[in-house]
């Protein structure tokens, strides 16, 4: 049986597969079991990848509006070479002395406030937010942690059950409490953080109703997975002042809405205005290449160093520090801040256009290249159904993007920040005349 996700039609698979493609399945099935995924109704074999664009085996171009991963592009010859170049001399681990990793931190550190002031190297952010709970947790002296209704923080045993877009799945940590992800308001930001705060403060009573200390508040920046919140920005103030008072800290989860994808800052916490006590980083740090990292606070590392050690045999290699270098390298060189800003402005209005033209389009929000788009029935309800179709059809076209919420009815358009206006025209031509064909 083809296990499918989100991004599947949610029929089962499609008849048109080739047969080549059914053995390749049959076979990953055969030798990965019954947990992974795929995504789409006809699976992608790709085999290559260059800036925005990738390439199945029969050589067709896809444009990738998706995968935040590769940050800086697909291949970026920058980082390849760096890759190359410090493979083909050593790659051992941090027992060493090695300059990239200490070249790696200092540029990290240069990034972010001032009170953050260490950093530990992980090789994904499943690792990182983990290692951050340990952190929160050793200095606090809590285990209760607050996470959003739909959010997702990781694949390991401790992240998962703090992940509540897997409860399904994955039973919530029960020292763990959810509170809904702030709404959509373009012009309320004291409202919204007023009722977010609120539902900490709840969280925080019920916690020490049912004897346990606050920990942490855990959050995406952007509420990616809650179905992507961006504006009014700044209304995190009082959550964090929230969760200070009661002896927690906020962990800024920047794995999504870090490294410029905002197009405005480096991290999406900056956004806010918020100093938080610990940052974890993830999948655009390697561009591609397994890396990741939590930055905090110098004082709260110096309570977890004095009592325990860390140490992670392949993060913070000299090769992935080498990687990690060149992404900032690129960022900085090829001005990409300002190219997410530039180029998600394109698709955002662009976005809003066909909202006018188009009922199924509720709501559009975005934040540099982070762009979610509600699509909705007749009745303003989510449809999930019409929303899959979308991103299998564009798929056809050759055009890549997802569905996130709870509803799975919200398009993702996340691409790589080398992203540029005449991409987001494609991307607009594509779903516009996918929107006209109609339901």
């Not at 990182?128 to 942690?145: F, I, K, M, P, S």
């Not at 992940?163 to 509170?179: E, G, L, Y």
């Not at 076209?397 to 709870?406: D, S």
Request: hydrophobic share 40%.
């Amino acid at each position: 049986m083809l296990k499918i996700n989100a991004f599947s039609s949610g029929h089962g698979k499609s008849t048109a597969l080739a047969q080549k493609t059914k053995e390749m399945i049959a076979r990953r099935q055969r030798l990965l079991g019954p947990a992974y995924e795929l995504f789409y109704q006809d699976p992608l074999h790709l085999v290559k990848g260059d800036g925005v664009w990738l390439y199945d085996a029969d050589g067709k171009r896809y444009l990738d509006a998706y995968n935040n991963v590769p940050s800086v592009g697909h291949c970026h010859p920058l980082v390849v070479e760096a890759l190359y170049r410090q493979a083909s001399m050593l790659n051992t681990h941090t027992r060493y002395l090695h300059e990239n990793i200490l070249n790696l931190a200092e540029k990290l550190l240069s990034t972010m406030p001032t009170n953050i002031g260490h950093v530990m190297f992980t090789c994904t952010g499943s690792e990182a937010n983990d290692l951050a709970l340990r952190v929160a947790n050793e200095y606090t002296g809590g285990t209760g942690v607050i996470v959003t209704a739909y959010s997702y923080h990781g694949m390991t045993m401790a992240t998962a059950a703090l992940s509540a877009s897997m409860r399904q799945n994955m039973p919530i940590n029960t020292h763990a409490r959810v509170i809904p992800a702030p709404m959509h308001c373009k012009d309320n930001s004291s409202q919204v953080g007023r009722i977010f705060a609120d539902n900490i403060r709840k969280s925080i009573g019920d916690m020490r109703l049912h004897g346990i200390k606050p920990s942490a508040l855990l959050v995406d920046t952007f509420f990616t997975s809650d179905g992507g919140f961006y504006d009014p920005a700044g209304f995190l103030q009082e959550a964090t002042d929230v969760i200070h008072d009661a002896g927690g800290l906020l962990i800024a989860d920047e794995v999504q809405p870090g490294y410029g994808r905002s197009g405005e800052f480096m991290w999406g916490f900056q956004r806010h205005g918020v100093k938080p006590d610990i940052v974890t980083l993830g999948k655009p740090m390697g561009d591609g290449h397994p890396l990741a990292a939590v930055a905090a606070d110098s004082q709260i590392l110096q309570q977890f160093g004095a009592n325990t050690s860390y140490f992670n045999t392949f993060g913070g290699n000299p090769v992935s520090a080498a990687v990690g270098l060149a992404v900032l390298e690129v960022i900085e060189k090829e001005n990409l801040i300002e190219n997410a800003r530039c180029s998600g402005l394109a698709i955002f209005q662009g976005m809003e256009a066909l909202a006018k033209q188009f009922m199924a389009f509720g709501d559009v929000r975005g934040a540099g290249l982070s762009i979610g788009v509600d699509i909705v029935g007749e009745d303003n309800l989510p449809d999930p159904e019409y929303a899959l179709h979308l991103v299998n059809r564009l798929r056809s076209k050759g055009v890549l993007i997802g569905v996130i919420g709870p509803h799975a009815n919200i398009l993702k358009i996340r691409p790589p920040l080398v992203f540029k206006p005449e991409h987001a025209q494609l991307l607009l031509d594509a779903l516009e005349q996918e929107l006209r064909n109609g339901r």
